[in-house]
Nanobody, 119 residues
């Protein structure tokens, strides 16, 4: 069973930065999704297990950066220029097949970490 443990969420003012971490129990394609109250869970970013390819949602391009340290089996999401619209629970996900942007591309999920951006 794959275990994913997220950390790094919190409260930040608009324009600020946060870095989320996700520790995994192996090497997988990794993604970050987020879910705001009353909304569907949406794709944020993904990274290939090699670290050589990444994908981003248009809403976060240029502001968020996904990276990984395979020696630590950890994936990071650096979030800069945060906006109130980024407020959501952020979920780490691991997949075995495709670096996709939909939930069904990922097989394992973390418990989520809350990010709140105040205006």
């Amino acid at each position: 069973q794959v275990q994913l443990v997220e950390s790094g969420g919190g409260l930040v003012q608009a324009g600020g930065s946060l870095r989320l971490s996700c520790a995994a129990s192996g090497l997988y394609i990794m993604g970050w999704f987020r879910q705001a109250p009353g909304k569907e869970r949406e794709f944020v970013a993904a990274i290939h297990w090699s670290g050589g390819r990444t994908r981003y949602a248009d809403s976060v391009k240029g502001r968020f950066t996904i990276s990984r340290d395979n020696a630590k089996n950890t994936v990071y999401l650096q979030m800069n220029s945060l906006e109130p619209e980024d407020t959501a629970v952020y979920y780490c996900a691991a997949g075995l097949r495709v670096m996709g942007i939909t939930r069904n591309n990922y097989d394992y999920w973390g418990q989520g970490t809350q990010v709140t951006v105040s205006s």
